[in-house]
């Protein structure tokens, strides 16, 4: 299942893939229905592990505190090796 760091604000399910495309590279899927309709401040995805490092995606649907308006702002975040 996927995570998120609020109510999605719509009745869609969020799903996450990930397709492993050699030891150190991955592909992450994460659909997030109705996103334009959110009211979540951030959302995230739940940890993959990639190359030896745990990471995950962590977006912010109306922008972060950086972004101009009408921004979408998307990180990747990436723990120590494990």
Avoid: H
């Avoid at 719509?10 to 030891?23: F, H, Q, Y």
């Avoid at 972004?67 to 990180?75: D, E, F, K």
Wanted: proline share 5%.
């Amino acid at each position: 299942g996927g995570g998120s760091g609020g109510s999605s604000g719509g009745a869609g399910v969020i799903t996450e893939s990930v397709e492993r495309r050699d030891e150190n590279s991955a592909l992450c899927t994460w659909s997030l229905p109705e996103f334009t309709r959110t009211r979540a401040r951030q959302m995230w995805s739940r940890y993959y592990e990639v190359g030896g490092y745990e990471c995950r995606l962590l977006v912010y649907p109306k922008g972060d505190s950086q972004a101009l308006p009408g921004y979408v702002s998307i990180y990747l975040q990436v723990s120590a090796p494990t």
